[in-house]
């Protein structure tokens, strides 16, 4: 189990850029695959961005590709969502999460979440 915080999250306006940090508690932060996802009201959560644990392979929703990129740090236990080119679309609230041992877009794989962070991008 670890615990996540995110952090990074703000008001920017449509064509700018945000960073979304997520640090890990744990020590066993390598053995986890990372996701992304968001909500926005009166929506469903939606898978954003994944990488691996180990190799570190990203893939992204189709609607993000090609403007988020998502890292990792496996030193600092961090794992991060540069946002590009945002678009009104992209407001919702941001969420990191951790599936030990587990790459999957699928929400339901992922066992510990963070708080969120709110994301809103002005036209």
């Known amino acids: 189990q670890v615990q996540l915080v995110e952090s990074g999250g703000g008001l920017v306006q449509a064509g700018g850029s945000l960073r979304l940090s997520c640090v890990a508690s744990g020590r066993t932060f390598m053995s986890y695959g990372m996701g992304w996802f968001r909500q926005a009201p009166g929506k469903e959560r939606e898978f954003v961005a994944r990488?691996?644990?180990?190799?570190?392979?990203?893939s992204y929703a189709d609607s993000v590709k090609g403007r988020f990129t998502i890292s990792r740090d496996n030193a600092k236990n961090t794992v991060y969502l540069q946002m590009n080119s945002l678009k009104p679309e992209d407001t919702a609230v941001y969420y990191c999460a951790a599936a030990y041992q587990t790459y999957s877009t699928d929400s339901r794989y992922y066992t510990d979440w963070g708080q969120g962070t709110q994301v809103t991008v002005s036209s």
């Open positions: 990488i691996f644990s180990t190799t570190g392979s990203p």
